[in-house]
């Protein structure tokens, strides 16, 4: 990775990034209200069973992305595996979001294309992939953006939901490093395979309470 390459890869991954992520708290929402969350611990232990299912399932659709696979039989690749109603409609939000910010940061004609062919957005791993291939990076690089991404949304989430102290989250976060790592290679490794080789990790329980959380009159996060 050359240093410019580095560079693009912390501005796609920084959470000031205006992709819309900030106003989702990947399921943690309903998992403090759940009582399945409630400390420093709680929160790694959910972090990293998000990681290691629907986080490997984005990560390696973002990587076959960033490779350049087609991002139109990735979207309903990405559709087969996302069954929650709910969870598709938030994936499509923040993808149409990502997709704005990453037109204005690194404007390029495949990504004018692809916010034509999908106008109502598409899945966000499949956008992050390609913003990650305008930005001169490659499928690594994609898939830790959205391994990272999905452990970091839940625990600064969480430090809004509990009054966590942010040093405890941060430091949740610093030790799932390896985990980190682990899922982004694997998915990787199976975005070169091709689109049937991409994970279908499920985690049902986030499905079953994104669904009940949509339903919420009062709530902190969109999802």
Sequence with gaps: ????????????ADGRFPA?????????????KAGRITDATSLAAFCRGRLHTTGLTSAALAAAGALGLDPYALDAAAD????????????????????RAARATWPCPELDALAAAF?????????????????GLGPEDAAHC???????????????????????????????????????????????QGIDALP?????????TAEQHATWPVRLFAS
């Design 20 to 32: 819309g992520g900030h106003a989702h708290s990947g399921g943690a929402e309903a998992a403090v």
């Design 119 to 135: 106008p109502r957005g598409a899945h966000q791993p499949v956008v992050l992939g390609a913003t990650a291939r305008a930005a």
């Design 80 to 99: 087969a595996r996302t069954p929650s109603p709910a969870l598709r409609a938030a994936a499509r939000r923040l993808g149409r979001q990502m997709m």
């Design 146 to 192: 959205v391994a990272y991404e999905t452990v970091s949304g839940p625990a600064t989430a969480v430090v809004r939901l509990l009054g966590l102290d942010p040093f405890q989250a941060t430091a949740v976060l610093a030790r799932l490093t390896p985990d980190l790592n682990r899922v982004a290679e694997r998915a990787a490794a199976a975005a070169r």
């Design 200 to 208: 279908a990790a499920s985690a049902p329980l986030l499905d079953i």
């Design 1 to 12: 990775m050359t240093t410019s390459d580095r560079a693009a890869l912390l501005v796609l």
